[in-house]
Every structure is written in C-alpha cells, then in structure tokens.
C-alpha cells in the first residue's frame, strides 16, 4: 500500500468533481480540489465548491474547507478529516504539491488546460478532451447504455446540447436564465413546484418552470448570470431527499475514476 499513488488534485468542485472527490476520500485516498472564484454549481447542496461560499459544506458525510493559494503550507500536514478546496482558478497547486494523479472534472467540453504530462495519470470527463493526447484516459459522462466507460483512444460521444433524460423529461426540467443580470431566488433547494410557478428571476424577468417536482437544483441566489445560462434543476421524480445526495450519474462517473486509478496502482492501465 505504501507504493500507491495516493495523491489525486480533482479540477473543479461542482456535482461530479464531488462525486469522486466524495468516493476516493472514502477509499483513502488524499483528495484536493480547485475551483473558481465564483462557482456556477445548480446542485450546490451535493457539491464541495459550497465551501467556496460558506467557509465549509459537508456532502453525504464528508466535509471539505475552502482556502487561498496563502494557505498552500496546509499541504504538507493534512489531517485527512476534509477535503481541501483551493480557490484557484489557474490551478497553481498543481505544480506546488504534484498529485500523482490529475482528474479534470469541470467537464467543459473542450480542453481548457490539461496536458498528458500534468501528472502520472491524467483523467478527464465528458467531451472536448482527447484520451491518450490531452489527458490519458476519458470518462463517458452522457446518459444512456455507455455512461461511465472508461475510453484509452479518442474522444467521448459529442455533447449534444441537451440535458440526459429523467422521468421522461429532459430539455424541460432545466431551468436556464432568459437575459443578464442577478438572480433572485423565488424558491429553494428542496422545493416542491408545479408548472407555472417561478423559481426566480432575473432583472424582471420570471423564470417559470414547465414541469412539476422537486427543485433539486439552483444557482446561488445573489449570482450573475448570462442569457440562455442553466441556473435551475427540477426533478420529476420529486423526492426531496435526491436534493441531498448524490445521483447515480456521478456515482457511475467516479466508479469508472476509481477503477482506473486501481488499475494504474496495479499496474494494469489497459482498458
């Protein structure tokens, strides 16, 4: 056990960087984040970037804390009891502690800043990025019968501009921002809503939802957002407490991160 790569720098801290972060630090392994200034996170109550706002958040169990690159020292004495989140949009960390392994989970769909040679092991999720020249390996992360594959060579499916289906809903459950400007929250987290009821609104402008649920998602109230933004998430299912734990989705996504560190410690990296 003393030979394994432990170290793993999870790039962004939003719903499925926080998936995996919450699994690999479950399973010993020693988890530091990074994250924006400002977070656009819509499922903030199963996201460890919260501690961006709050100081600290806890997700299913496991809490983690927020810091400056000031506090880099803090680096060489974790006490393995949260999980630390740089707010470090340019990920300076990287090359002051040197992870053994790098996940790029922001999924941004397109390749912002990974290189192969960032870590030992480079992963990243979802489209835009090139296993085996941006990064070693890519995480499927679109819905359906390959969500979580572990791809060697090539590319993810291509993003398809609309969210995966639940329920029988998909464009529909996802609330998104009609024009510029500060979001005020009408409803929170965790609210029951049918169609027609405004979940916040935007210099004037209501955002209504079309579907009834659970609103298990929204944007810090207070935020700044664009038009055409996703700044909400309503669930059909309407089962509150899937507002407070991690979806299946990023359960599926941080298994396929797990295996392939296990393979990579083992030294079987062929998939």
């Known amino acids: 056990m003393s030979n394994m790569k432990r170290k793993v720098l999870i790039k962004g801290a939003g719903e499925h960087a926080s998936g995996t972060a919450h699994r690999l630090f479950r399973c010993g392994f020693t988890?530091?984040?990074?994250?924006?200034?400002?977070?656009?996170?819509?499922?903030?109550?199963?996201?460890?970037?919260s501690s961006v706002?709050?100081?600290?958040?806890e997700v299913e169990g496991v809490r983690a804390k927020s810091y400056h690159l000031d506090d880099v020292n803090i680096l060489g004495n974790l006490d393995g009891n949260h999980i630390p989140v740089f707010i470090d949009p340019e990920?300076?960390?990287?090359?002051?502690?040197?992870?053994?392994?790098?996940?790029?989970?922001?999924?941004?769909?397109?390749?912002?800043?990974?290189?192969?040679?960032?870590?030992p092991l480079v992963i990243g999720y979802g489209p835009g990025l090139q296993a085996g020249k941006d990064v070693h390996y890519v995480v499927e992360t679109n819905r359906g019968h390959d969500l979580g594959r572990i791809i060697s060579s090539g590319l993810a499916a291509p993003d398809t501009g609309y969210p995966g289906e639940i329920a029988g809903q998909s464009a529909r459950r996802v609330?998104?921002?009609?024009?510029s400007?500060?979001?005020?929250?009408?409803?929170?987290?965790?609210?029951i809503v049918i169609p027609g009821d405004v979940v916040a609104v935007v210099e004037g402008s209501e955002i209504e939802t079309t579907i009834g649920g659970v609103l298990r998602g929204l944007i810090l109230p207070g935020s700044a957002v664009e038009p055409g933004q996703k700044v909400g998430d309503v669930d059909p299912r309407g089962k509150r407490e899937n507002c407070y734990t991690i979806s299946d989705k990023a359960r599926t996504i941080s298994g396929a991160a797990l295996e392939i560190i296990?393979?990579?410690n083992a030294g079987r990296n062929r998939f």
């Open 31 to 49: 988890v530091v984040m990074t994250e924006v200034e400002c977070p656009r996170a819509v499922r903030r109550t199963v996201a460890f970037c």
């Open 53 to 57: 706002f709050n100081g600290e958040c």
């Open 91 to 119: 990920c300076e960390v990287r090359k002051i502690w040197q992870p053994d392994v790098v996940i790029d989970g922001r999924i941004l769909k397109r390749n912002r800043d990974n290189t192969i040679g960032d870590a």
């Open 175 to 179: 609330l998104r921002s009609p024009a």
């Open 181 to 191: 400007g500060v979001l005020v929250a009408q409803r929170d987290i965790g609210d």
């Open 262 to 264: 296990s393979a990579f």
